[in-house]
């Protein structure tokens, strides 16, 4: 009988272990097929989208590029525009990304041109650039900053009176959010269609000739220098906005500096970022520390572990590329009114996106291993 029970547990294990590792290989095959999926996907949102312009071009209500007022829009490049001009671009640039999509995943059936490559990668990685940094503004960076508080904002009053999430994220900026979905999309079809017209690994990139910058001990020099600008340029927003908290103009007038005070919350909230920027440059270091590859002893339950690469390189490249837009925003803006210390600090995110997404590729590089689809080292 005690072999009996023994054996049913053993089977009862084995069950399990095999229904886990099923849903690991579901998990696995549903974003390790990115290259295949990504191309339909962005077509699929380009023709939504376009499908959408063709409904404002015609009168319809809720163009998001529209004038409203001024605690309802956004620094978009696009706003405020008429619908009647912008709409019927919107439709034709929807209807051409379709098309576009379609014809990068459906490379492997005929092999396109130079020509037609040239044109489908232009499109591909103009329609990437646009959607994720040119049409945008601050409004990525705050919802990454302030999306554990969003809620709490919304009901209980801080910094103003809201009513309700909707006061928040309303639509001017939910459609922000919508677009910078459509630019990760065309990011990884591109890149996709890319490596594939190349002849590379879909997945890593890895089957011509590597670069000399690529190799591990290259990446860990420049990605070291990457680490120590993207630290630096977040400090000048660090200080000011401290120094506002505990009474210190600097960079402002006396009586901005007021204002701020007088407002419930308005210097806690630039505190609160000045602290996760701080933050945010510690954890940078770790794409360069031996930290940041494995598990130190103050993380309780994964000290000694690996750290994960999408672990460290998901949310440093979603960084990366919130803060570019909400830089050349401040640019954009150029006076100040109130004092240098308004608009240059933040002018500095440009640098600071582009270098934390250097130091995040030279990680990627560094520790990438053998790929999991050609074999490739």
Same mark, same amino acid.
């Given at each position: 009988m005690a072999h009996a029970v023994e054996s049913r547990n053993g089977q009862a294990e084995a069950e399990t272990?095999?229904?886990?590792?099923?849903?690991?290989? $579901?998990?696995?095959?549903?974003?390790?097929?990115?290259?295949?999926?990504?191309?339909?996907?962005?077509?699929?949102?380009?023709?939504?989208? +376009?499908?959408?312009?063709?409904?404002?071009?015609?009168?319809? +209500?809720?163009?998001?590029?529209?004038?409203?007022?001024?605690?309802?829009?956004?620094?978009?490049?696009?706003?405020?525009?008429?619908?009647? #001009? $912008?709409?019927?671009? *919107?439709?034709?640039?929807?209807?051409?990304?379709?098309?576009?999509?379609?014809?990068?995943?459906?490379?492997?059936?005929?092999?396109?041109?130079?020509?037609?490559?040239?044109?489908?990668?232009?499109?591909?990685?103009?329609?990437?650039?646009?959607?994720?940094?040119v049409l945008q503004d601050y409004t990525l960076i705050a919802v990454v900053a302030f999306s554990p508080l969003l809620v709490v904002f919304a009901f209980t009053g801080v910094p103003g009176p809201?009513?309700?999430? +909707?006061? *928040?994220?309303?639509?001017?900026?939910?459609?922000?959010? *919508?677009?910078?979905?459509?630019?990760?999309?065309?990011?990884?079809?591109?890149?996709?269609?890319?490596?594939?017209?190349? +002849?590379?690994?879909?997945?890593?990139?890895?089957?011509?000739?590597?670069?000399?910058?690529?190799?591990?001990?290259?990446?860990?020099?420049?990605?070291?220098?990457?680490?120590?600008?993207?630290?630096?340029?977040?400090?000048?927003?660090? #200080?000011?906005?401290?120094?506002?908290?505990?009474g210190y103009p600097l960079g402002i007038t006396d009586a901005f500096l007021k204002d701020m005070q007088d407002t419930p919350g308005m210097l806690g909230i630039g505190l609160g970022l000045a602290v996760l920027s701080t933050a945010g440059g510690v954890l940078t270091h770790g794409l360069v520390a031996r930290w940041g590859e494995v598990w130190p002893r103050w993380v309780p339950f994964k000290v000694g572990r690996p750290v994960g690469l999408a672990t460290a390189i998901v949310p440093a490249l979603l960084v990366a590329v919130v803060l570019i837009p909400g830089g050349l925003q401040m640019i954009r803006s150029g006076n100040h009114p109130f004092g240098w210390g308004t608009t240059y600090p933040a002018m500095l995110w440009v640098v600071w996106g582009a270098a934390l997404g250097a130091a995040t590729l030279a990680y990627y590089l560094r520790r990438r291993g053998t790929c999991g689809h050609c074999a490739r080292t």
């Amino acid at each position: 009988m005690a072999h009996a029970v023994e054996s049913r547990n053993g089977q009862a294990e084995a069950e399990t272990a095999a229904e886990t590792a099923a849903e690991a290989a $579901v998990r696995r095959r549903w974003w390790s097929g990115w290259p295949h999926w990504a191309p339909y996907a962005a077509a699929v949102w380009s023709l939504l989208y +376009g499908a959408a312009g063709l409904y404002w071009a015609v009168g319809g +209500g809720g163009y998001p590029f529209g004038l409203v007022a001024q605690d309802r829009s956004t620094a978009s490049l696009l706003e405020p525009s008429r619908a009647a #001009v $912008v709409a019927p671009v *919107i439709a034709a640039v929807g209807l051409a990304g379709a098309v576009c999509g379609v014809l990068m995943a459906r490379r492997g059936q005929r092999q396109h041109t130079r020509g037609v490559r040239r044109t489908l990668l232009t499109l591909g990685w103009a329609q990437a650039l646009a959607l994720t940094v040119v049409l945008q503004d601050y409004t990525l960076i705050a919802v990454v900053a302030f999306s554990p508080l969003l809620v709490v904002f919304a009901f209980t009053g801080v910094p103003g009176p809201q009513d309700g999430i +909707g006061d *928040i994220l309303y639509w001017h900026r939910d459609n922000l959010l *919508i677009l910078f979905v459509g630019g990760v999309l065309w990011t990884l079809a591109t890149l996709a269609y890319q490596r594939r017209t190349r +002849g590379l690994c879909t997945h890593c990139g890895r089957g011509g000739r590597a670069a000399a910058w690529t190799a591990p001990q290259s990446a860990a020099r420049w990605g070291r220098t990457a680490v120590l600008v993207a630290v630096l340029s977040s400090i000048p927003y660090d #200080v000011t906005r401290v120094a506002w908290f505990f009474g210190y103009p600097l960079g402002i007038t006396d009586a901005f500096l007021k204002d701020m005070q007088d407002t419930p919350g308005m210097l806690g909230i630039g505190l609160g970022l000045a602290v996760l920027s701080t933050a945010g440059g510690v954890l940078t270091h770790g794409l360069v520390a031996r930290w940041g590859e494995v598990w130190p002893r103050w993380v309780p339950f994964k000290v000694g572990r690996p750290v994960g690469l999408a672990t460290a390189i998901v949310p440093a490249l979603l960084v990366a590329v919130v803060l570019i837009p909400g830089g050349l925003q401040m640019i954009r803006s150029g006076n100040h009114p109130f004092g240098w210390g308004t608009t240059y600090p933040a002018m500095l995110w440009v640098v600071w996106g582009a270098a934390l997404g250097a130091a995040t590729l030279a990680y990627y590089l560094r520790r990438r291993g053998t790929c999991g689809h050609c074999a490739r080292t």
